[in-house]
Nanobody, 124 residues
Framework: EVLLVESGGGAVQAGESLRLSCVASGITSDDWVIGWVRQAPGKEREGVSALSSSDTSTYHSDSVKGRFTISSDNAKTTVYLQMSSLKPEDTAVYYC?????????????????WGQGVQVTVSS
């Protein structure tokens, strides 16, 4: 069973930074994609960043490109989302999600395993 546990959420002021962590366990394949998907109240889910284990390629949505960076540790058991220059519109619940294989993209429907989510609140 794949287990994803997020941490690092919180409340910050606009312009500040946060780093989210996703500790993954139970992944038996060497070929996976882990991404961060966010959902704000009343809005659809948005895949903001993703990373592939096979070639370490990444995806960042236009809304976060240049401000957010996804990475993993050497053991590829923890995936991070470094968020800088945060804006009030970044306020959402951020979920870590995992898919078997594939390429990193904005497609959140590709994920089969999800974490519990962490709240990120950015005030102006």
């Amino acid at each position: 069973e794949v287990l994803l546990v997020e941490s690092g959420g919180g409340a910050v002021q606009a312009g500040e930074s946060l780093r989210l962590s996703c500790v993954a366990s139970g992944i038996t394949s060497d070929d996976w994609v882990i991404g961060w998907v966010r959902q704000a109240p009343g809005k659809e889910r948005e895949g903001v960043s993703a990373l592939s284990s096979s070639d370490t390629s990444t995806y960042h949505s236009d809304s976060v490109k240049g401000r957010f960076t996804i990475s993993s540790d050497n053991a590829k058991t923890t995936v991070y989302l470094q968020m800088s220059s945060l804006k009030p519109e970044d306020t959402a619940v951020y979920y870590c999600a995992e898919a078997f294989g594939g390429s990193p993209s904005e497609d959140s429907s590709a994920y089969s395993n999800w974490g519990q989510g962490v709240q990120v609140t950015v005030s102006s």
